[in-house]
């Protein structure tokens, strides 16, 4: 269903992979609504993915930017304004990944200059990408920026890795970026934390599938799915959440609130009532 929430709307989608990407889903949802964007991702991913097939659908152009790389980000950030006609009213953020993770390292035996790539990734683009925005003035005034992210900043996850200590960061940067760019342009800024979905990057973490099936038993309303996130997203970027900055938004069901639930009881007892 569309609801024309993001007509007249300009923005910069990063992190579309596959048609299984979070990011890919958001783009699909923001063209229904109207919304015009242009496509980003690592050149690598690029020639590697399939995301032309999702430009042609979206009519939207694709623009090769490693999001660790400021002359990338510059480039893609005053281009995009020249393809789309104008300053940005949205941006989202869906980047990860932990060298750590793929090169299978445990977590107290990470390798630092793993950390240090995958924290620049997973994390510090996130600043550096508002750090353009913000000095070119390339935000609508009420525009809204988001990133992704997931529960394990807050709580352990042991096979999350590094990537718990990344999204922690990201986070912060949320929080610390947001307030300045409200200040100054009326710009929101929000990390929405999802729950596990299957994706390349989601897939990469150690024991994937028992822990989504977990999540989905411990979460009243379930696991929310990428399609649901994207929805989610759309209503950020609507003009109908103006307000809402400098949060982390948990989408998940309900499992961020939950201790325990009588499903994943009954896996341990018998005679629990579902
Ligand atoms: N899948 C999950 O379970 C889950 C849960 C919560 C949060 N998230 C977050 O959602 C976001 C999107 O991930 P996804 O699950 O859609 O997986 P995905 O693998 O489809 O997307 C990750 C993207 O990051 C991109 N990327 C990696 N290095 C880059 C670089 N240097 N420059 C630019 N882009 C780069 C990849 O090319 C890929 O498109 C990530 O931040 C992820 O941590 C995922």
Same mark, same amino acid.
Request: glycine content about 10%; hydrophobic content about 40%.
């Given at each position: 269903?569309?609801?024309? &929430? ?5 923005? !910069? ?16 949802? /923001?063209?229904? =609504? ?5 496509? *980003?991702?690592?050149? /690598?991913?690029?020639? @590697?993915?399939?995301?032309? =097939? ?6 939207? %152009? ?19 304004? %020249? !393809? ?6 949205? /941006? #989202?953020?869906? !980047? ?23 924290? +620049? ?11 353009? &925005? ?14 992704? *992210?997931? @529960? ?6 042991? +096979?999350?890795?590094? @990537? ?47 822990? #989504? ?17 994207? +929805? ?31 499903? /994943? ?7 629990? =009532?579902?």
């Amino acid at each position: 269903m569309s609801y024309n &929430l993001l007509k007249g709307k300009r923005g !910069i989608i990063f992190g579309a992979l596959d048609e299984n990407s979070i990011a890919w889903k958001t783009a699909e949802r /923001v063209h229904e =609504e109207g919304g015009k964007f242009v496509l *980003t991702n690592a050149p /690598v991913a690029i020639r @590697m993915g399939t995301l032309k =097939e999702l430009g042609e659908k979206t009519g939207s %152009e694709i623009i090769a930017a490693d999001a660790t790389n400021l002359e990338d980000l510059e480039k893609l950030v005053d281009q995009a304004q %020249e !393809i789309l006609g104008g300053k940005l009213d949205f /941006v #989202l953020h869906s !980047i990860g990944m932990s060298v750590n993770v793929r090169k299978g390292k445990h977590y107290t035996e990470n390798n630092y200059s793993f950390s240090e790539k995958g924290w +620049d990734i997973s994390a510090l683009s996130f600043h550096k990408t508002m750090q353009v &925005l913000y000095k070119k003035e390339a935000m609508n005034d009420w525009g809204s920026i988001l990133a992704l *992210t997931y @529960m394990a900043a807050q709580r352990v996850f042991p +096979d999350y890795n590094d @990537m718990a200590d990344n999204k922690a960061y990201l986070e912060s940067i949320a929080r610390s970026f947001g307030y300045f760019f409200g200040e100054k342009f009326k710009v929101r800024v929000n990390t929405i934390s999802q729950s596990p979905t299957p994706t390349t990057a989601g897939s990469g973490v150690k024991g994937f599938d028992g822990f #989504l099936k977990y999540a989905e038993e411990m979460s009243p309303l379930g696991n929310a799915s990428a399609d649901e996130c994207a +929805d989610y997203i759309i209503s950020m970027f609507s003009d109908l959440t103006k307000k809402v900055t400098l949060q982390n938004l948990f989408h998940d069901g309900g499992f961020s609130n939950m201790g325990v639930s009588y499903k /994943v009881m009954a896996a341990f007892e018998k005679g629990v =009532e579902k």
